[in-house]
């Protein structure tokens, strides 16, 4: 795919949406670090559902350690992995209560030393709260960026340094929610919707149906 059709891919997407952002619900960086922790292997809905009831109660990291991991659970119990999530939850909040004034880090390194975060939950934090640049590679970007010819690779670090390399800088910020909606309500995996796509003429996918 060459520079000039990346441009207008981003570019459409863009006029589409011009402020693109997380479906999951926060309002301080402690709380977007816990939802994208509830969040793996589950869906953004069901984790909203979750913290709807959490937050009001808990949204800090002493509120929530204070909850303890049985009482964390309880209040999670609706979501996928509840048990092992809680205690990373309250692990994670025990470090951010020792190592950094009960703030949220933004930085990789310290991000990618707390319980349950990996390399793609800090780029999500590192975007989402904090502006940076990142790309975080999830199920949905690593299909749409095979399937249209976007950046190809085998890995999600293959792919997500191929994106960080192409996206033209005007793009990169908001880059990673444009494909994440994209993979997830229209190049869906079983059969993506070619007919409802705005980048359709634009993309490589040998088996499109338009």
Same mark, same amino acid.
């Given at each position: 795919?060459? /520079? ?100 949220? /880090? ?61 996206? /033209? ?22 059969? /993506? ?18």
């Amino acid at each position: 795919m060459n /520079p000039a059709k990346r441009h207008e891919i981003f570019s459409r997407l863009r006029a589409a949406n011009p402020h693109p952002t997380t479906e999951l619900e926060y309002s301080t960086p402690f709380e977007l670090l816990v939802a994208v922790v509830l969040s793996a292997q589950s869906t953004d809905k069901g984790v909203n559902l979750a913290t709807r009831r959490l937050f009001p109660k808990a949204h800090t990291p002493e509120a929530i350690y204070a909850l303890g991991e049985a009482g964390l659970a309880d209040a999670i119990k609706t979501i996928g992995l509840y048990k092992s999530k809680a205690r990373h939850v309250i692990a994670t909040c025990r470090m951010l209560i020792d190592l950094h004034d009960s703030e949220v /880090p933004a930085d990789r390194a310290a991000l990618e030393a707390l319980p349950g975060v990996g390399r793609k939950t800090a780029n999500v934090i590192l975007n989402t709260a904090f502006g940076q640049p990142t790309m975080a590679v999830d199920t949905h970007i690593f299909r749409v960026s095979n399937r249209i010819g976007l950046a190809p690779g085998k890995t999600v670090l293959e792919v997500e340094k191929k994106l960080l390399k192409t996206i /033209p800088v005007e793009f990169r910020i908001d880059a990673h929610h444009w494909l994440i909606l994209l993979g997830r309500y229209i190049c869906q995996a079983r059969k /993506p919707k070619c007919g409802e796509c705005l980048i359709a003429d634009l993309c490589e996918y040998k088996e499109k149906s338009v």
